[in-house]
Structures are given as C-alpha cells and as structure tokens.
C-alpha cells in the first residue's frame, strides 16, 4: 500500500500562486509516475500534470506555461507549482502515484482562485 498526504491548497486571487505537494510513504519502492488531477463541482477529474520516474512530464494544454510538476525521488514527494492562477482552476486537486500498474490517489486538497 501507499500512502499520499497533499498539502499546500487554499485560496488565493487570480494571478498569484500556489505550491501543491504529495508525499508518499508504505510502500514507495518502484513509483513509476506521479501526478496531480483535478475536480472542479459538476465536472470529471480531469489531469492536471504527470511526471514518470526519469523526468518525463506531460500536462493539460490548459495549464501548459502556468504550471510546473517536479519530483524529488529522494523525498518521495511530487510538487506542482501552479503560477498566475485562473478563477477556472479552482477544483479539487488529488495526487496520484502509478506502482506496479496499481493507482494510488490522495484525498485532496481544494484550491480556490477569486476574483
């Protein structure tokens, strides 16, 4: 089993910044990718940014310039920094690690972006 911790949620007004974490621990040998999903109310968790093991990373064209995932192997921890925030990015964020073809997910953290 592995086990996620998300933090760095919150609310914030449009144009600023946010940092998100996940730290992952139990049973964190062979992480392949890491990520970071979304909610918004009345929508489906869509993906936000994935990093694999060996650096490579892919995100939405929606948040493509503005946001930045990376990964500390040594911490087990995947970040995502997320700059000039848009009222249409406040959601839900969820991490997500892939190991051994299972899905592990956070529980989440709400990210607010006012006017």
């Known amino acids: 089993q592995v086990q996620l911790v998300e933090s760095g949620g919150g609310l914030v007004q449009a144009g600023g910044s946010l940092r998100l974490s996940c730290a992952a621990s139990?049973?964190?040998?062979?992480?392949?990718?890491m990520g970071w999903y979304r909610q918004a109310p009345g929508k489906l968790r869509e993906l936000v940014a994935r990093i694999t093991s060996r650096g490579s990373t892919n995100y939405a064209d929606s948040v493509k310039g503005r946001f930045i995932i990376s990964r500390d192997n040594a911490k087990n921890t995947v970040y995502l920094q997320m700059n000039s925030l848009k009222p249409e990015d406040t959601a839900v964020y969820y991490c997500?690690?892939?190991?051994?073809?299972?899905?592990?997910w956070g529980r989440g953290t709400q990210v607010t972006v006012s006017l």
């Open positions: 139990g049973s964190i040998s062979s992480i392949n990718a």
């Open positions: 997500k690690v892939e190991r051994w073809g299972l899905q592990y």
